[in-house]
């Protein structure tokens, strides 16, 4: 025991330095302190960083570099673990050291990878060296169920090859390649698994199904049957309904019998009430129950009958539901007459169609851009007259605020509370004065409340020149009183002066006298049935000016020719400084 003490004290060595014989990574780092093991390591880390790596498998090959996978060695992790090799009290420390120096000690550095980055080059590997196996299957030859036979392949054994990647990468050897494992991909499904399906499907194609929906019936034929059976491949071993045959044949079963469930709606009657359309539940087919039942027919031998299977499919909004809503009369409405570009009409017809229909929940805020969303090509908008920066042109969905000022004029006859309302930019005399409403998606927006007890219903009727909205729901009785100020002018319009190379100099033509700019505002007062006042609200609408168009002539005027007596008299040219073209 005291020569086991003195041999242990003599081969102890300082605690602050590895053991001798310990490698890290087939490098010796033994008898260095951490830090220089540490310094040493990665600076032979830094040295074969852009050296690839040669992986190998079934006759293929790839080079790959650590920086490919973002594989990075953590060497001050693996000093840390080759300390341990040679530590504890001197005497005990000295004897490990010594199994250490007989025996050596070779220590892998923990390492990080991009997950990703590796899962992408195993799974490149594996489709270059991989045979994925292939189960037995049953196919049909003519009316005949023939077995294809089954096949064992060999894939890469991703786990093992990633690891062994991962540590190649990481460390610093790049001399020899890196044999990567492949190993059997061998069949779950054999041709005996598949023995009792063939038998079933014989059975199938033995004779006719009969199907039943109600009182009708028809017949299923083998070459029927044939073309709905989803037979055993790709690892199952049991028959099935099902694929593109049998997915076609329960659509057309479904357009023939199925019926789409119907929401309770509302009517709008000639004297302004509203009646609850009744909900309709809808009927479908129960596809899987269906299958089900053809599956069973098709296995028997005797029992060749099998339903269409149909379930009631109940309405979104039933009758009650309907009736509860409160929506029985009209509380607001409002017509205005449009025509000109046909594009514009069509706009106006779109839109309206859009936001008919919209319910509106008590306490809930109607937006014009939210009910309608974006005006866009794809939606259907045409271009036409529109207003845009205080300029008539052409753009995408002209004729909407239209819409959106019928809407305004209904819901401020409802005496409804309006939270959001722009006048347009130039003045529009068809409508009432003071109560237009544009919009400009998303940032323009008309928005009103339904602050009723009961739930509002925006109906919207496009006739072939005039447009109606009306809003209906439970009665209000509020009385609506309007004051408008008179439309005033507030500057009159600029003059834009164009050149004309076609008219003589001092002519000049006014293609369009313009609008001055102007104002107006409109008071509404609502009361509620017992007289009181709910509302007074005043709307102010400035409008921008339109310039006065004037062209004025540039063409110098012709110089009256010399004849023997002179310059011509009142005889000469006519028309030198035009007819005057002022208006």
């Known amino acids: 025991m005291f020569g086991g003490v003195v041999l242990g004290l003599a081969f102890a060595g300082s605690p602050d330095k590895i053991a001798g014989g310990v490698r890290i990574s087939g490098v010796n780092v033994g008898g260095l302190t951490p830090d220089e093991a540490t310094a040493k390591l990665e600076a032979r880390a830094r040295a074969v960083a852009s050296v690839p790596v040669v992986f190998t498998a079934e006759g293929h090959s790839w080079k790959l570099r650590a920086t490919n996978l973002g594989v990075e060695a953590d060497w001050r992790a693996a000093v840390k673990l080759a300390q341990r090799d040679g530590r504890g009290f001197a005497p005990f420390r000295g004897l490990r050291r010594i199994g250490v120096r007989v025996f050596g000690a070779d220590v892998t550095p923990p390492a990080r990878v991009w997950k990703q980055a590796l899962r992408v080059e195993l799974a490149r590997m594996s489709r270059a060296v991989g045979t994925p196996h292939r189960d037995a299957a049953i196919v049909l030859r003519g009316p005949t169920p023939t077995i294809v036979g089954a096949r064992t392949g060999r894939a890469l054994q991703s786990s093992t090859a990633g690891a062994a990647i991962v540590q190649a990468l990481a460390g610093l050897d790049r001399g020899q390649p890196v044999s990567l494992p492949v190993v059997l991909d061998r069949p779950t499904v054999t041709a005996a698994d598949l023995a009792p399906a063939v038998n079933q499907v014989h059975t199938s194609l033995s004779r006719p199904i009969r199907m039943s929906l109600g009182r009708s019936s028809w017949l299923l034929r083998p070459g029927q049957v044939s073309a709905l059976l989803l037979l055993p491949h790709g690892g199952s071993t049991s028959l099935a309904i099902g694929g593109r045959a049998a997915d076609g044949y329960f659509k057309r079963l479904a357009h023939g019998i199925g019926r789409p469930p119907r929401n309770a709606g509302f009517s709008v009657l000639a004297n302004g009430h509203v009646a609850v359309v009744p909900a309709r539940p809808g009927r479908v087919i129960d596809v899987a129950a269906t299958r089900r039942d053809i599956l069973a027919a098709a296995l028997s031998p005797t029992q060749r009958s099998a339903r269409v299977v149909v379930a009631t499919q109940a309405a979104r909004r039933s009758t009650a539901e309907a009736r509860a809503l409160g929506i029985t009369t009209k509380i607001g409405s409002y017509e205005t007459i449009y025509g ?15 936001i008919d229909g919209k319910l509106i929940a008590p306490g809930a805020t109607f937006s014009f851009n939210h009910a309608t969303g974006a005006r866009t090509a794809a939606k259907g908008f045409l271009e036409a007259p ?4 205080g300029e008539v042109t052409t753009g995408l969905g002209g004729g909407v605020c239209q819409v959106s000022t019928t809407v305004f004029n209904a819901a401020y006859e409802a005496g ?29 927006d008309l928005r009103f409340v339904n602050d009723t007890q009961h739930w509002i219903l ?3 009727f496009v006739g072939s020149y005039s447009l109606d909205v009306g809003l209906y729901g439970s009665p209000t009785h509020r ?7 008179p439309l005033v002018d507030t500057a009159p319009p600029p003059t834009k002066r164009t050149p004309d190379p076609t008219l003589y100099q001092g002519v000049t033509v006014v293609d369009d006298t313009g609008e001055p700019s102007r104002s107006t ?11 009181k006042l709910l509302y007074d609200n005043t709307w102010y609408s400035s409008y921008r000016a339109e310039p006065r168009l004037v062209r004025y002539g540039t063409k110098p005027k012709a110089k009256p020719k010399k004849g023997p007596s002179g310059p011509s008299g009142p005889s000469g040219p006519s028309g030198a400084t035009g007819p005057s073209s002022r208006r």
């Not at 009385?479 to 100020?485: C, F, I, M, P, T």
């Not at 505002?521 to 007289?531: A, E, I, K, N, T």
Request: net charge positive; no cysteine; glycine share 6%.
């Open 340 to 354: 000109g570009d046909p594009n514009r009409i069509h706009n106006v017809q779109l839109v309206a169609k859009l």
């Open 386 to 389: 529109v207003i845009i920066n």
């Open 416 to 444: 409804l509370r309006i939270t959001a309302r722009t006048n347009h930019a130039l003045y529009i005399s068809h409508y009432p004065q003071g109560r237009d409403a544009t919009v400009d998606y998303p940032d323009v």
């Open 458 to 460: 925006v109906r919207t």
């Open 479 to 485: 009385r609506v009183v309007s004051e408008a100020r």
């Open 521 to 531: 505002s409109v008071r509404r007062l609502v009361y509620l049935p017992g007289g």
